[in-house]
């Protein structure tokens, strides 16, 4: 038999549930960073311990790798330089001819380093926090990037000094892509066929007509104003057409590791 | 039960959440985070009051929410529910063996993410379930169940370096022990 105190409680409880559920967008989302600032001094705390375990790593590494490591990076320094004579070159011509048809300038990338501090707790988002947030410039919807310059997500809310980002895959991050080759136009959705693994998403609403074969790159439209143009997505793993014969729908195998990923970019307005 | 205890309880429940956020290995190694919080209210409902247990349940939903792209609140009521079952039928349970103790956090593990997502799928979001939920429910209850018996080891020892040890006495009344001699002569 239930006491009238253990009633009292449970009503409590439900009520605190219901409230909290039906608060506010607004009021909602200033409450849970409140919350989660609670955390950050931890984070702080593992990033430093992250640092000196790094710095200590490095202090430990032989010379004769060092000096390796530092002639590869020298070579591929000069790579690159010859690289960017060549691309520089081509930009000159690009805004040359631009100006001559009166096209716009485009607008430079400003990227971002940010370090990954948290996953999401639970095992049915995929989201993970960063250590950049509004005072470094960050927005919602900057989209984020990996090391490789392939895309990792978006960013889905922003504090002073963390973002969330929502990942590919996730319901809450849908990107309009194209195939590079055919230019067959689509949206990435998650998995219906293994929602929860990681390096799989869906590829919806290819024409049924589009010339798909596995290995194809997919990259962002540009299209939906948040992702800029021909950011590689993944490669086409197999193929199927549904609906009764009216579009094809591809399995997309991602290009980012996600659950590998330690540091991203992002991309500032 | 005293403050320090109370401390005790809260910071175990902050570090939970830390934790479940920031190491990865048991999702890179057997695709499924571990849920700490069910098993701590196995230890807070088999050892404080059902105030405790709410109070337990709401700061833990809330830190783990916070960190969550859960809706703000969708776990404080499953905990507060496994915690409030347990604290109903704490008199028929054999709370110091370690075998009642998994199971309760077996169960406890198992229950509080079925309640949550049925929350989370009422309050109009798209969480991600497939197949592999149920794997990832198996592994969730099976840490669980492991992690209870933990916390209750980690919790006696706690309590055992950092608070003063019960004062022992004497089964005996003081004004029934038999004095053995002559009575005192008045």
């Known amino acids: 038999m239930l006491r009238r105190s253990h009633y009292i409680t449970l009503g409590v409880m439900i009520l605190l549930t219901l409230l909290v559920l039906n608060l506010p967008d607004r009021v909602l989302s200033h409450f849970k960073v409140a919350v989660s600032g609670l955390f950050m001094p931890l984070f702080g705390l593992a990033g430093s311990a992250q640092d000196l375990a790094q710095k200590a790593g490095q202090a430990v590494l032989p010379r004769s790798q060092l000096l390796q490591q530092l002639e590869h990076q020298r070579r591929q320094n000069q790579e690159l330089q010859l690289r960017l004579i060549a691309l520089e070159d081509a930009e000159r011509e690009n805004l040359r001819l631009r100006k001559a048809l009166n096209w716009p300038k485009p607008a430079g990338w400003k990227l971002k380093l940010a370090r990954i501090i948290a996953r999401d707790p639970a095992n049915w988002w995929r989201t993970l926090s960063i250590d950049a947030g509004s005072r470094d410039g960050v927005r919602a919807d900057s989209p984020v990037l990996a090391g490789d310059g392939s895309l990792v997500g978006r960013v889905s809310e922003v504090t002073f000094t963390q973002a969330r980002v929502v990942l590919l895959g996730d319901p809450d991050c849908r990107v309009a892509v194209l195939v590079q080759e055919t230019r067959d136009n689509g949206i990435i959705a998650p998995s219906s066929s293994s929602p929860l693994d990681h390096s799989i998403v869906d590829l919806l609403y290819l024409s049924r007509n589009s010339p798909l074969r596995p290995g194809l790159k997919v990259v962002t439209s540009g299209t939906g104003g948040v992702f800029p143009r021909e950011i590689l997505v993944g490669q086409i793993v197999d193929w199927r057409t549904v609906g009764y014969g009216l579009y094809n729908e591809a399995r997309v195998s991602l290009a980012a590791r996600m659950n590998l990923l330690e540091e991203v970019w992002v991309k500032l307005p | ?186």
């Not at chain 2, 496994?82 to 956090?105: E, K, N, P, S």
């Open chain 2, 1 to 186: 039960m005293n403050t320090f205890h109370l401390i005790l309880i809260f910071l175990a429940a902050f570090l939970a959440v830390f934790f479940q956020a920031v190491v990865d290995t048991p999702r890179a190694f057997v695709g499924a985070q571990v849920d700490l919080l069910p098993s701590l209210m196995v230890y807070v409902s088999l050892s404080c009051g059902l105030t405790v247990v709410a109070a337990a349940a709401a700061a833990g939903g809330l830190l783990h929410d916070s960190l969550s792209a859960n809706s703000l609140g969708t776990s404080i009521l499953p905990l507060f529910l496994v915690g409030f079952v347990i604290q109903r039928y704490r008199g028929l349970i054999l709370r110091d063996q370690t075998y009642a103790q998994f199971i309760l956090g077996l169960a406890a593990s198992a229950a509080a993410p079925v309640l949550a997502w049925i929350i989370l799928v009422n309050v109009d979001t798209n969480p991600l379930v497939g197949w592999q939920s149920a794997w990832q429910w198996f592994v969730m209850t099976l840490l669980g169940g492991v992690a209870a018996p933990l916390w209750f080891r980690l919790f006696g020892w706690a309590l055992g370096a950092l608070t003063y040890p019960p004062l022992s006495e004497t089964g005996f009344r003081h004004e029934r022990e038999i004095k053995r001699g002559r009575k005192p002569i008045r």
